[in-house]
């Protein structure tokens, strides 16, 4: 029943990251193909002060659009979206965003398994979720989720990350499908193809 | 797990039985929130979690509150309260008498801010502070102004980027672990239950602030309370919504004007 992985539609992609993610997707983005088929949303753990210029500095590393989420904004493919600082992040049946300021989970608004957990119920099997360097055992629980809606789950390989702890304790408490460097990282994003049936 | 189907038929029952009106609410944060609060209070599953509903009024209490998100706190976003400070007060001081709503107040957090910053601009004593929220045990804690002492230093802090020049703990008084502000600061404070759902206009107002509610509703939902604030504020006045929230391609967006980078709009017709 699984499908091969390059002809499985990519309804989102998940990238959650935290203390030394920052580093991966500044060379990551800019390898990733323009207009991609799908729409990707970053999580990651930041400064609770709203600070803009996170978004400036991603948006410098692609041509694919990139914004920081407002509430209520429509999930559209070929857009790289940020969670807003100190909001959780939650997807909508509609394919919408919609933000959360209740409790921190795992010490961290915006928690990565919030935003996993919540996209893994809407895009269920299309979900794609990586998770990269990290301090911190957020991202493990919206892995899980993920791959249980039967969607896919990657790790950054620990060894190539600045903070292995993150991406090592997704791999010794869940089945991720791929651990991935870098360059694998890279490859495996631009083979995903957008699903075109939610649309 | 929880399906969608069932969150309507408990949503139903709140509506029919008890007035509650949460069917408008953002989905995925409400449901989040019924997920947790079943594992709170280890309900086996979700049917006995609806029956405890129905049937136990003072359970209610304990939902509405759970399920409704009551995190805030004192000048959240100090560069708002800035522009509050330099850009507001001034205009709303050449008025003989102030009149400021905090819709969905929570626990009051920004009320006392705000009651702070009218005491520094010398307007407090001509301003009323309203109050309001939908769970009644929240603003009991509003009427108290008794908050945490361990976040003062953080609240401090933001007072201090927010413009204060003051010794901030000059505002409260230490004890036990909590901090209890000044009288003068809640003797303006009016607090009453009101639900944006399905209560109407209450007053005529200045300034009106709702900052991080509308995020829990649904887009027509925050229409309808858009407009609501429209018909409660006076000619000019001004609306404040969270920093994520915005009055863009809702039904009032031509009646206002956004006054800076700030999410404060000025009503303009």
């Known amino acids: ?199 | 797990m929880i399906e969608e189907q069932e969150i309507d038929l408990l949503l139903n029952d709140l509506f029919d039985i008890y007035g509650y009106d949460f069917t408008s609410y953002s989905k995925a944060s409400l449901k989040r929130r019924i997920i947790r609060l079943c594992s709170l209070d280890k309900f086996p599953s979700f049917a006995e979690l609806r029956y405890r509903v129905r049937t136990d009024p003072t359970y209610l209490k304990r939902f509405v509150e759970e399920i409704t998100v009551n995190v805030t706190e004192m000048f959240r976003d100090p560069s708002f309260y800035k522009s509050l400070r330099e850009d507001i007060l001034p205009v709303l001081g050449t008025k003989p008498f102030i009149r400021i709503w905090h819709a969905g107040c929570s626990t009051g957090e920004e009320v006392y801010s705000m009651a702070i910053l009218l005491k520094e601009a010398n307007l407090l004593r001509k301003s009323l502070l309203y109050a309001t929220d939908l769970n009644p045990s929240v603003l009991e804690k509003v009427r108290k102004g008794i908050f945490p002492l361990t976040q003062m230093k953080q609240y401090s802090e933001s007072y201090i980027a927010s413009g204060g020049t003051h010794d901030f703990s000059s505002y409260y008084t230490a004890n036990y672990g909590q901090a209890k502000f000044n009288s003068d600061l809640s003797e303006k404070i009016i607090i009453s239950t009101h639900n944006l759902v399905s209560d109407s206009s209450f007053n005529e107002f200045d300034l009106i602030l709702c900052r991080n509610v509308l995020i829990y509703f649904d887009k027509d939902l925050q229409d309808r309370v858009l407009k609501l604030f429209d018909a409660s504020l006076g000619p000019l006045g001004y609306l404040a919504l969270g920093t994520k929230e915005t009055l863009k391609f809702s039904a009032v967006q031509n009646k206002f004007r956004q006054l800076n980078r700030e999410k404060i709009w000025k009503k303009m017709m």
């Open chain 1, 1 to 199: 029943m699984e499908k091969n992985d390059v002809t499985r539609p990519c309804g989102i992609l998940l990238i959650g990251g935290s203390a030394g993610s920052l580093e991966v997707l500044f060379k990551l983005l800019p390898r990733l193909k323009p207009d991609l088929s799908f729409p990707i949303v970053l999580v990651l753990h930041r400064r609770s002060s709203s600070d803009s210029s996170l978004t400036d500095l991603l948006s410098s590393k692609t041509t694919n659009i990139t914004r920081e989420v407002d509430d209520k904004d429509p999930v559209t493919p070929g857009i790289i979206y940020l969670a807003p600082a100190d909001y959780h992040l939650l997807l909508e049946q509609g394919h919408y965003f919609s933000l959360d300021y209740s409790e921190k989970v795992n010490f961290s608004r915006p928690s990565i398994d919030v935003t996993f957990e919540s996209a893994a119920d809407v895009y269920a099997s299309s979900t794609v979720g990586i998770l990269l360097s990290g301090a911190n055992e957020d991202g493990t629980e919206g892995l899980i989720a993920i791959k249980k809606a039967g969607g896919r789950t990657i790790a950054q390989d620990p060894a190539t990350a600045q903070m292995p702890f993150m991406p090592h304790h997704a791999i010794t408490h869940s089945e991720v499908d791929h651990v991935f460097d870098l360059t694998q990282l890279a490859a495996f994003v631009n083979s995903l193809v957008g699903a075109r049936s939610d649309r």
